[in-house]
């Protein structure tokens, strides 16, 4: 069997759909790679709610998928926007990544007692998500956000220019990257692992999906012995949630589920509106992505009503 695998052409997305390539081959697929030019590659001078998210990086990649051109696709799956069209569906989580943020700060910047965002005062911080703004705005309003967009390569060297004083990504990417044989920050660099439960990633980070035709029963058989069911567990919280509150992927709001030592499912969120970050914080014993999900949402609005 063979099935042709849509990505990305950027170095990160190339290396996720390559690991996702090498396991369906263990699996006896042969995959043919294909590469597609999306929207958001092409426009790098501009926020990304001004390209045009949700699904930024997704749309050309799904319309390769419902015309033929391939026969599925991987995206990281925050990426991807809660309503997918109807033609497609997600067949396949494999197991999650690291889901956290992770700071990378000059030494100069680099502030030990500074609580869980070691900076120092005033320092200017590099990112184009409006959920790691609003999140730095809490938790150090002393910091300045400043906008930075680009692949890894490019956001590595405007750090070591100075542009910044320390730069956000999703430390995920940086370890696939790194797997890969691709970009690595500076060992002169303070590299820090934000709590995800104070500063709340973003829905399903760290997890990429395979998405397929809904019709073609045989993509959906051979990718789904890819799935992961703790990951496919938690990622549905957080989307059901991210579906609810309606936001967009370039919306300040970040969801985050985990499996707690107890058998139990908790979900952190986070979300701004009106100028206030609203915070929640539930769990349950099952595996009901409904009932967390809503119990989430419900506290997010009882915040907002607290608030006002």
């Given at each position: 069997?063979?099935?042709?695998?849509g990505t990305r052409g950027s170095a990160l997305a190339w290396t996720q759909?390559?690991?996702?390539?090498?396991?369906?081959?263990?699996?006896?697929?042969?995959?043919?790679?294909?590469?597609?030019?999306?929207?958001?590659?092409?426009?790098?001078?501009?926020?990304?709610?001004?390209?045009?998210?949700?699904?930024?990086?997704?749309?050309?990649?799904?319309?390769?998928?419902?015309?033929?051109?391939?026969?599925?696709?991987?995206?990281?799956?925050?990426?991807?926007?809660?309503?997918?069209?109807?033609?497609?569906?997600?067949?396949?989580?494999?197991?999650?990544?690291?889901?956290?943020?992770?700071?990378?700060?000059?030494?100069?910047?680099?502030?030990?007692?500074?609580?869980?965002?070691?900076?120092?005062?005033?320092?200017?911080?590099?990112?184009?998500?409006?959920r790691r703004i609003a999140l730095l705005g809490e938790l150090r309003p002393d910091v300045t956000a400043e906008f930075l967009r680009g692949n890894?390569?490019?956001?590595?060297?405007?750090?070591?220019?100075?542009?910044?004083?320390?730069?956000?990504?999703?430390?995920?990417?940086?370890?696939?990257?790194?797997?890969?044989?691709?970009?690595?920050?500076?060992?002169?660099?303070?590299?820090?692992?934000?709590?995800?439960?104070?500063?709340?990633?973003?829905?399903?980070?760290?997890?990429?999906?395979?998405?397929?035709?809904?019709?073609?029963?045989?993509?959906?058989?051979?990718?789904?012995?890819?799935?992961?069911?703790?990951?496919?567990?938690?990622?549905?919280?957080?989307?059901?949630?991210?579906?609810?509150?309606?936001?967009?992927?370039?919306?300040?709001?970040?969801?985050?589920?985990?499996?707690?030592?107890?058998?139990?499912?908790?979900?952190?969120?986070?979300?701004?509106?009106?100028?206030?970050?609203?915070?929640?914080?539930?769990?349950?014993?099952?595996?009901?992505?409904?009932?967390?999900?809503?119990?989430?949402?419900?506290?997010?609005?009882?915040?907002?009503?607290?608030?006002?």
């Amino acid at each position: 069997m063979k099935l042709r695998l849509g990505t990305r052409g950027s170095a990160l997305a190339w290396t996720q759909s390559s690991t996702v390539a090498r396991a369906l081959e263990q699996h006896g697929v042969e995959v043919e790679m294909v590469r597609i030019k999306t929207e958001g590659d092409r426009d790098q001078a501009r926020p990304f709610a001004e390209v045009g998210a949700p699904g930024l990086f997704v749309r050309a990649l799904e319309s390769a998928l419902i015309d033929g051109r391939v026969d599925l696709a991987v995206h990281s799956y925050k990426d991807l926007p809660s309503d997918s069209p109807d033609e497609l569906v997600v067949s396949a989580t494999p197991p999650r990544a690291d889901a956290r943020d992770r700071v990378l700060i000059a030494p100069s910047a680099f502030g030990a007692d500074a609580g869980p965002i070691p900076l120092r005062r005033g320092a200017r911080v590099g990112t184009a998500s409006a959920r790691r703004i609003a999140l730095l705005g809490e938790l150090r309003p002393d910091v300045t956000a400043e906008f930075l967009r680009g692949n890894v390569d490019t956001r590595l060297q405007r750090l070591a220019d100075g542009d910044f004083d320390a730069i956000l990504l999703a430390a995920a990417g940086l370890d696939r990257l790194a797997a890969g044989g691709g970009a690595r920050p500076s060992p002169e660099l303070h590299a820090r692992e934000l709590d995800p439960s104070l500063f709340v990633p973003a829905p399903s980070q760290g997890a990429v999906c395979v998405q397929v035709r809904r019709d073609d029963a045989d993509a959906i058989v051979a990718t789904k012995k890819l799935d992961d069911a703790e990951t496919s567990r938690a990622v549905a919280v957080e989307r059901r949630l991210l579906a609810l509150v309606e936001a967009g992927c370039q919306a300040p709001f970040g969801a985050y589920a985990r499996a707690t030592g107890t058998g139990k499912l908790e979900l952190f969120a986070a979300l701004e509106r009106d100028g206030r970050l609203r915070r929640a914080h539930v769990a349950g014993g099952d595996a009901e992505v409904e009932t967390l999900a809503r119990a989430a949402y419900d506290r997010l609005l009882a915040a907002g009503e607290a608030g006002g």
